[in-house]
């Protein structure tokens, strides 16, 4: 009885050192991390560069000639294709002056290159005609700078000079008269819903 007592015992201390004292067995094991990337979201960045002072004096009404008042160039440095509008306002002097100042765009004037449009476009000077700037003011929605056909990628750049004149309408009491404009350029993702023409 004794020889047998001292075999439970000795099975018993060798099931708890096989299992632990909870039964739960005692496993080899090993640990080690794992290095995750980083999730970021990308950027959405219009960058623009002006070249001119944007001030023009002495505007004679009917003259036929353009001046030219400045040029601006868009870049998207960003990581998304965009969309992007302008918004013109007058922050100073004779609103009815806008009514009689005619504005003409020109996309890559010369000296200027830019490189957005579809592929094989040749992307030489191209006038967009002449509006009042009155008629620009009140556009609604504003204006669309992009086609909306083709995505203003990263790294895409379009350059526009701005040319002014006075319409030969232009009566005596907008002699000595002057305004201030500004325009204000909005980005937004490509694949936004929202401004559309």
Known sequence: MFKKSILVLIVAVLAVLAYGTLS?????????????????????DLKVTTDGDFLVENLEPGDPEFTNIGVF???????FDMKWQGDISITAGNEALAEYLLVQVIMNPTGYVGNYGPEGKDLLTED???????ELIDKDPPILMDDPQWAFAPGHKACYALNVK???S????????????????NATQD????WTE
Not at 73 to 79: K, L, Y
Not at 172 to 185: E, G, P, R, S, Y
Not at 191 to 194: A, D, S, V
């Open 128 to 134: 967009f005609g002449e509006v009042t700037l009155q």
């Open 24 to 44: 739960t067995g005692a496993w080899f094991t090993d640990q080690e991390d794992v290095a995750t990337g980083t999730v970021s979201a990308g950027t959405l």
């Open 166 to 168: 006075l319409d030969a």
């Open 191 to 194: 694949l936004n819903p929202g």
């Open 170 to 185: 232009a009566p005596n009491t907008m002699k000595n008269q002057w305004l201030q404009a500004k325009l204000v350029l």
């Open 73 to 79: 160039c868009a870049e998207n440095i960003g990581d």
